[in-house]
């Protein structure tokens, strides 16, 4: 679950910072080209999976970028076994 509540300034600059580490580790992991729905999908599900992180009372800015990498990561194998 999600949690949607407000977050405070100190909040969103330690949920930015997660998110811009696990995207910088995405891209650094991609050996090739990234089409614009492939990005848009992967920012999406980083940003769903750390909003949960952050929901649950995660706060150390390390975990939240491996619980929000992990998620993707899970999703995204699933969904390649499924198209196999």
Request: hydrophobic share 50%.
């Amino acid at each position: 679950m999600i949690f949607l509540g407000a977050y405070d300034p100190d909040q969103v600059r330690l949920l930015a910072a997660a998110l811009d580490a696990a995207w910088c580790e995405l891209k650094a992991d991609d050996c090739g080209p990234m089409s614009e729905a492939k990005k848009s999908k992967l920012i999406a599900a980083l940003t769903k999976n750390l909003l949960a992180a952050a929901g649950s009372g995660q706060r150390d800015p390390g975990k939240l970028k491996l619980l929000a990498l992990s998620g993707v990561a899970r999703h995204f194998v699933a969904s390649s076994l499924l198209q196999e």
